[in-house]
């Protein structure tokens, strides 16, 4: 498994062409799963979202101009958020998003900060899923939501479809592009594959209730390339 300390030192130097190529390779998806995380918080403009692993900010951006809520980003790579920096600033958005550096295995926030909370393409890297899930469940106030988006594995005749384009198209179209990225294409197929291998998707609902979380439910997107995770704090 690769740590959040892997996972930093391998995306940190892409933090300027993130958003640009993470929308290439994703063959377009990647918008769009964010946008289906974003909507399933019920958030207002008085409340607070944390939004965890929050990279270049895409989602919190998109969350302060769906609600017009206050967003604190937080991640571990401060190359990222300096990118992220630059695109809050760009959308004019920078009395409503706060970035943080910090790690979501240890939150320096108080229990119950904040009305609800977003991850993205998190718990592959974490040591101990179940714990960090508590964690995250542990600063979001009761009732509030929680919301995630991961990458998933198609099922059926997408599957040799999806087995192909990350054996092959994702390494050779990320060779195209720098080195980095070329790194990034090979070790996404493996990765997806490993998580799901050591956590499939049932347990990982089974955690987030044992985290606290009620009325849990998943979706998969585009054909089952990605999913997102929703519930309420009970």
């Known amino acids: 498994m690769t740590s959040l300390t892997s996972a930093r030192e391998l995306f940190a130097p892409l933090g300027p062409s993130y958003d640009r190529w993470s929308r290439l390779l994703s063959l377009g998806q990647d918008p769009r799963w964010r946008a289906f995380l974003v909507s399933r918080v019920a958030a207002g403009p ?27 980003g937080l991640d571990q790579s401060a190359e990222m958020l300096a990118a992220g920096l630059q695109r809050v600033e ?6 409503r998003i706060q970035l943080v550096e910090g790690s979501a295995e240890r939150l320096a926030f108080p229990d119950g900060s904040f009305d609800a909370l977003t991850f993205t393409y998190l718990l592959r890297y974490v040591e101990d899923p179940a714990a960090t899930l508590r964690e995250l469940a542990r600063v979001i106030r009761p009732g509030g939501m929680m919301a995630a988006l991961e990458f998933g594995l198609p099922r059926g005749i997408w599957r040799p479809l999806w087995e192909l384009y990350v054996r092959v198209g994702l390494p050779v179209a990320g060779r195209l592009i720098s080195p980095g990225w070329h790194e990034v294409g090979a070790f996404l197929g493996p990765s997806i594959r490993e998580f799901h291998a050591r956590l499939p998707l049932v347990q990982q609902l089974e955690l987030w209730r044992s985290a606290g979380l009620e009325d849990v439910h998943a979706r998969r997107l585009s054909l089952g390339g990605g999913y997102v995770v929703w519930g309420r704090r009970g």
Do not use: K, M, Y
């Open 46 to 72: 008085d409340d607070e979202v944390l939004d965890v692993a929050t990279g270049t900010a895409a989602v919190a951006i998109e969350l302060a101009r769906r609600s017009g809520c206050r967003v604190v």
């Open 90 to 95: 760009a959308a004019g958005l920078g009395d």
